[in-house]
């Protein structure tokens, strides 16, 4: 799997949009790029995922640019709540290999009054 | 959505002593799950894949015969820590792929927090 870098951490206030950055130069023609976050002790948790289109669920959206090399996490209106670590994988969808996740180091996200 | 449990959600053991976690998949059959372990300020390390049916494959560094897998039917895999020592302590968590899902999505579960005293 594609290996993935993002900043080590980042703010935001409270009702402000997050974008959350991710590079993955390295990223295969089969390959998704997945957005899990992880709140303290717990398991992560899936927010969004995409192929080459940008991506929108209730949680957040998720732009890709049109070379795949990049994308963008973002969380419209982030909340308290929202603070989390937050990873950006690549995986491929391709039977033999599908479902094996690498993580890299991710972005803790702060979310301030 | 798909649901991965784990259980025990937090143990404490003994050094040299043996401890098992679960790692069910509540509403789905998967062939495949996968081991994590999580230090503390760190990611996620993908400690194994296990197979329904067949051994499990470990990464590179991660021994074997200290962490045993089971992965003996479809909705259940078990991970095996034996004689464990404090530097086991650690966060595990795992995760399954969705036989009847053809985008072979993976579910985490909630995670087993073990120390080791």
């Known amino acids: 799997d594609a290996k993935t870098t993002q900043p080590p951490s980042m703010d935001c206030a409270e009702g402000r949009a997050a974008n959350l950055p991710c590079n993955h130069s390295?990223?295969?023609?089969?390959?998704?790029v997945y957005w899990y976050r992880q709140i303290h002790s717990q398991g992560p948790q899936y927010i969004i995922h995409?192929?080459?289109n940008n991506e929108t669920n209730e949680m957040a959206s998720l732009i890709i640019t049109e070379d795949r090399k990049s994308s963008t996490l973002i969380l419209p209106h982030a909340t308290l709540r929202d603070t989390a670590v937050y990873y950006c994988?690549?995986?491929?969808?391709?039977?033999?290999?599908?479902?094996?996740?690498?993580f890299g180091d991710g972005t803790t996200l702060t979310v301030k009054p | 959505g798909a649901v991965v449990s784990q259980h025990p959600s937090r143990v404490i053991c003994k050094s040299g002593t043996s401890v098992k976690i679960e790692c069910r998949s509540l509403?789905?059959?998967?062939?495949?799950m996968f081991w994590y372990r999580q230090f503390p300020k760190k990611s996620l390390m993908l400690m194994a894949t296990?197979?329904?049916?067949?051994?499990?494959?470990?990464e590179q560094g991660v021994e074997k015969d200290k962490f045993l897998i089971n992965h003996a039917s479809l909705t259940l895999s078990t991970l095996t820590v034996t004689s464990a020592h404090p530097e086991d302590s650690s966060f595990y968590i795992c995760?399954?792929?969705?036989?009847?899902?053809?985008?072979?999505?993976?579910?985490f579960g909630p995670g087993t927090r073990l120390t080791v005293t």
């Open positions: 995760s399954a792929r969705d036989l009847g899902d053809s985008t072979y999505e993976q579910y």
């Open positions: 390295t990223i295969s023609g089969n390959e998704y």
């Open positions: 995409g192929l080459k």
């Open positions: 994988i690549v995986r491929s969808r391709i039977k033999t290999n599908a479902g094996k996740s690498t």
């Open positions: 509403d789905f059959q998967a062939t495949t």
């Open positions: 296990s197979n329904e049916g067949s051994k499990a494959t470990y």
